[in-house]
């Protein structure tokens, strides 16, 4: 399976992070996933392209041209793919991978996160997403999504759209467990 990672760039989040991105890194890559990332060197990025190339995994990144330029990209994954910008950055995350997994991020990882919830329940995605949870990173989101589905600007099938892990080592059940979005869907509710 082709595994998108939403993650931060910062550099100084907390090493808790580091080390649950190095652990759910490994995971993925000895169940034999292949990785797609935002093609970065720092931050959490840089831990997910680190620990899978030290691993022999297969991972490609995807960076707008504006990134590279600065030097953003992480030069030692062969495979990098340079865009336009973050919307086709985006575009190219959905089609060149077969699932999602946000990690703690900033104000983009979020942005990724939630337009990729926003085409699942349109039915123009199909992709597990899966929320990591680290360290109670996501709590309040996930409160609000669930208020989302409680106040009805959602329907009860909404709680469907993405799949919760705490740890790093639940992702390979979350993966395995999980199940295609239903087609019609959308049609079935009313609003």
Known sequence: MRVCIYCASSKNVPKIYFDQTEE????????GHQIVYGGGSRGLMGQVASTCLSLGGDI???IPGFMKEVEW?????KDME???DMNER??????ASDALIALPGGVGTLEELSEALSLKRLGLLKHPIIIANFNG?????IVYLNKLVDQQFMGETGRALWTVIRKPTEIK???????PWPEGLI???SY
């Open 73 to 77: 990209d992480n030069k030692a994954v």
């Open 82 to 84: 340079i865009v336009r």
């Open 173 to 179: 059940t979350a993966l395995e467990q999980s199940k």
């Open 90 to 95: 985006k575009q190219r995350f959905f089609e």
């Open 137 to 141: 990173f996501y709590d309040e989101f």
């Open 187 to 189: 049609k079935s509710e």
């Open 24 to 31: 759910l890194t490994q995971c993925l890559i000895n169940a």
């Open 60 to 62: 490609k990144g995807v």
